[in-house]
């Protein structure tokens, strides 16, 4: 592992380049009025036009081309005056007219960049374009497997047929797997702070292709490059980037050649397998479509828009740090999602201490949500339960430690933090005569550290706190019960 970890940072330099597929969250679909609904019964949002029937004319939907702009203007791209539609024309089941409109060489937005930060360093991705197409239908292969070889039968929705898509093109500008997952992260972000799309992976309203190649440090030339499919998370993306390293890395070494091909990535068994050689564009047919007018967005409509864009997380983690004090790592952790960054402003709304609130989410809450496999709308802790938890904690009312039971069981029922204090017996006991006895006690037994307190070795105050701790059963206020010992053996000293 050492060597090849050497290897990899003395021999190739890793190039890789994403091409993302962003479903659009409009009403209805690109260019006709069905619906543009996830989970419906099949072939229920279906009509002629997202069915192919010939003699059927597609009409534009603003709604995404508004949209595409929006991601187009956040990324920095320039919104190109005039812009036309494609058809590629392939045959397959799930596109039932034989070709899919798209966007070839004169997409609405080019020209852009993503900023990310990995290890406390900004690094600056270009964006090569960003153009609209439309989403094929869905194949479900039957059979014993679920898998195209081997099926034995082939069923398709066409519900997605004819849903806005958008494509997201990168340069060829990322270095390592972090940086390709940090990408893929702020990217997410950034679409679901422009409330465009639902940007969940595991439906697929966000897709992801990884382009990877290595070349030798100091090459300005790019390696053959490996397009890997089928990353339906993050996690998949940063997995499978890391085998494909290891794998190229090798072939390389052994002097073996590497093709130019599509893999697939097996989540089950960690690895990526031949897909198919590469198709070349002209394979395609592209030409113009002739049902539709160019697109020429009028130009202060884009300022409009431009206007209209909201914080984006890279603005908001800037905020967070300048306005909130939280340090670059915990403005990284709450700002990369709009649903982090939402809690966390509504618990620091509710009177919680940002750093505080902060540490919570990103320790506590966030482990509570991993292991039960939720995410933070869906659970029943809410901001308020957390600024409660930090108040009670500033307060003393609550120690650290009954603060990690109260969220826990705040986070399982839902109860307020109040209620579980009570309930569970959680408050501190910080009055002198609840804590007296336990004091005389803790005197009484350990008369050889008391003394040494007494000759002026003020650190064995600690250790006389922590008995006291101990006979409490962890209830007691340490900051009570260190200044009534100190009276207490000042007293009678
Ligand atoms: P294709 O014509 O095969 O689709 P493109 O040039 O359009 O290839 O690039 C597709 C994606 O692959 C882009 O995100 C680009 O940055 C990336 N890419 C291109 N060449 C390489 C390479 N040699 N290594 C890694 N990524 C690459
Ligand atoms: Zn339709
Ligand atoms: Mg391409």
């Known amino acids: 592992m050492a060597e090849a970890d050497t290897a990899k940072a003395t021999r190739f330099e890793t190039v890789i380049g994403l091409e993302c597929h962003v479903e659009l969250s409009t009403a209805t679909k690109m260019f006709c009025g069905c619906l543009n609904a996830f989970g419906a019964p099949p072939n229920t949002n279906v009509c002629p036009v997202c069915l192919g029937h010939p003699g059927t004319l597609p009409v534009p939907n603003e709604k995404a081309i508004e949209y595409t702009i929006k991601i187009g203007l956040a990324l920095g791209c320039r919104i190109a005056p005039h812009s036309i539609f494609h058809r590629k024309n392939y045959f397959y089941p799930d596109m039932p007219k034989n070709f899919q409109i798209s966007q070839y060489d004169l997409p609405l937005c080019v020209g852009g960049h993503l900023d990310i930060e990995v290890d406390g360093e900004t690094h600056r991705v270009g964006i090569t374009r960003v153009h609209l197409e439309e989403d094929t239908g869905k194949t479900v292969h039957g059979g014993a497997t679920g898998r195209i070889g081997g099926a034995e039968y082939a069923l398709e929705d066409y519900n997605r047929a004819g849903v806005p898509l958008v494509e997201v093109v990168s340069e060829p500008d990322m270095r390592s797997a972090e940086?390709?997952?940090?990408?893929?992260?702020?990217?997410?972000?950034?679409?679901?702070?422009?409330?465009?799309?639902?940007?969940?992976?595991?439906?697929?309203?966000?897709?992801?292709?990884?382009?990877?190649?290595?070349?030798?440090?100091?090459?300005?030339?790019?390696?053959?490059?490996?397009?890997?499919?089928?990353?339906?998370?993050?996690?998949?993306?940063?997995?499978?980037?890391?085998?494909?390293?290891?794998?190229?890395?090798?072939?390389?070494?052994?002097?073996?050649?590497?093709?130019?091909?599509?893999?697939?990535?097996?989540?089950?068994?960690?690895?990526?397998?031949?897909?198919?050689?590469?198709?070349?564009?002209?394979?395609?047919?592209?030409?113009?479509?002739?049902?539709?007018?160019?697109?020429?967005?009028?130009?202060?409509?884009?300022?409009?828009?431009?206007?209209?864009?909201?914080?984006?997380?890279?603005?908001?983690?800037?905020?967070?740090?300048?306005?909130?004090?939280?340090?670059?790592h915990q403005a990284g952790l709450v700002a990369s999602s709009a649903e982090w960054a939402r809690f966390f402003e509504a618990t620091v709304s509710a009177g919680a201490d940002p750093r505080a609130a902060a540490n919570w989410m990103t320790g506590d809450l966030a482990a509570l949500l991993r292991e039960t496999h939720q995410s933070l709308t869906a659970a029943k802790v809410t901001p308020e339960h957390l600024a409660e938890l930090v108040k009670l904690l500033d307060e003393q009312v609550i120690s650290s430690a009954g603060a990690k039971v109260a969220l826990a069981e705040a986070f399982a029922t839902g109860a307020s933090v109040d209620a579980v204090v009570e309930a569970k017996g959680l408050r501190q006991v910080g009055d002198s005569e609840a804590l007296g006895g336990m004091i005389e006690q803790v005197i009484e037994e350990n008369p050889a550290p008391v003394e040494q307190f007494r000759k002026g070795k003020e650190g064995v105050l600690g250790f006389l706190v922590g008995q006291v701790m101990k006979k409490s059963g962890g209830a007691a206020n340490p900051k009570v019960a260190a200044e009534l010992l100190r009276e207490r053996l000042s007293g009678s000293g």
Request: one cysteine or more.
């Open 179 to 328: 940086q390709a997952r940090a990408y893929l992260t702020e990217l997410r972000a950034t679409l679901e702070s422009l409330g465009v799309s639902d940007v969940r992976m595991e439906e697929g309203s966000l897709r992801c292709d990884a382009n990877v190649s290595l070349r030798r440090p100091g090459s300005e030339e790019l390696g053959t490059k490996i397009e890997i499919k089928n990353l339906n998370s993050i996690r998949s993306l940063y997995r499978a980037l890391n085998f494909e390293e290891e794998r190229q890395q090798v072939a390389l070494e052994r002097g073996e050649p590497l093709i130019q091909e599509t893999r697939h990535w097996d989540e089950g068994k960690g690895i990526t397998t031949h897909g198919r050689s590469k198709e070349y564009a002209f394979d395609y047919r592209y030409f113009p479509e002739p049902d539709l007018a160019p697109l020429e967005p009028d130009p202060q409509w884009i300022e409009t828009l431009r206007a209209e864009l909201p914080e984006l997380p890279a603005a908001r983690r800037r905020r967070f740090q300048d306005e909130l004090g939280l340090s670059a």
